[in-house]
């Protein structure tokens, strides 16, 4: 079955004092009252090693936002996948749409991201999404064929499973504009639909598909109320702690 996943992006947001603040009052609701969602925060990463020593032992995951393919060099700026791991994190999220559309990600990095995660033994959590001008021109779904096509190329059957699947309308994100919830599960069954014919219903019967894009406490119940979105990738609303306690507290 696959798991529900609630993912804080915090993007370029909170100073490490700032973080730990966050985590110790996250870590302390989820000691009250746990939840069945896996929940990961995504900081920065100057946050990632000292979030993971004060979230070793509790029910909170963590996520790099970014990392780089090669293993290790000159390239300034950036951090591998070796480092993700001895930071704390379990997650990567790898092809958001600021990276692809401020850092000039094209789906050949994003592949080669991905693959070295997996190496890593960390679990990418793949953005894909359409503009508003391919929605409107009908291309949302070649769109997404595109990306997943040429972000999983070469990846094996076996390894989509290790893999969690973010729908991101980029129209959506920090616009206060929600996909609606028949928009989305569109989407998301597309999503799967094309895995399950590329790589067989095994591969994909565990494939979280999770959904990002103006997600908050008003909207996460309906959905969540879709049994094809497995979880939500929220960015402005995790900022704050009392708002993305709603959206993980939802019902
Ligand atoms: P917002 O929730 O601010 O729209 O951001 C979504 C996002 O980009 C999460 O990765």
């Known amino acids: 079955m696959a798991k529900t996943f609630i993912v804080a992006n915090w993007k370029m947001n909170k100073t490490t004092g700032q973080a730990l603040e966050y985590a110790r009052g996250l870590k302390a609701a989820l000691l009250q009252n746990p939840v069945s969602a896996v929940v990961v925060i995504a900081p920065p990463f100057t946050g990632m090693r000292a979030l993971a020593e004060e ?10 936002q970014n990392m780089h393919p090669a293993a290790r060099g000159a390239f300034t700026g950036e ?24 850092f000039g990600e094209d789906n050949h990095l994003i592949n080669a991201k991905i693959t070295a995660a997996l190496n890593y033994g960390v679990m990418p959590i793949f953005c894909i999404g359409e503009t508003l ?11 997404l064929s595109k990306q997943l ?13 290790k893999i969690a699947i973010a729908y991101e309308p980029v129209w959506a994100i920090g616009t206060g504009l ?23 219903e095994k591969a994909t019967a565990d494939l979280s598909i999770i959904y990002g894009g103006s997600v908050t406490a008003a909207n996460i119940s ?29 019902k």
């Open 178 to 200: 929600t996909a609606t919830p028949g928009q989305v599960h569109e989407a998301h069954s597309f999503i799967r639909n094309l895995l399950s014919e590329i790589y067989g």
């Open 55 to 64: 979230l070793k032992d509790s029910a909170v995951c963590l996520a790099a």
């Open 149 to 161: 096509k040429e972000g999983l190329n070469k990846i094996p059957a076996n390894d989509i499973g």
């Open 133 to 143: 001008a391919s929605r409107n021109a009908g291309e949302t779904f070649s769109v």
């Open 222 to 250: 309906s959905l969540m109320a879709e049994k094809e979105i497995n979880g939500v990738l929220v960015g402005s609303a995790s900022l704050d702690l009392a708002s993305f306690l709603a959206i993980v507290n939802f």
């Open 79 to 102: 951090i591998s996948g070796e480092m993700v791991v001895d930071a704390g994190c379990r997650y990567c999220i790898i092809g958001h749409s600021e990276r692809r559309q401020l």
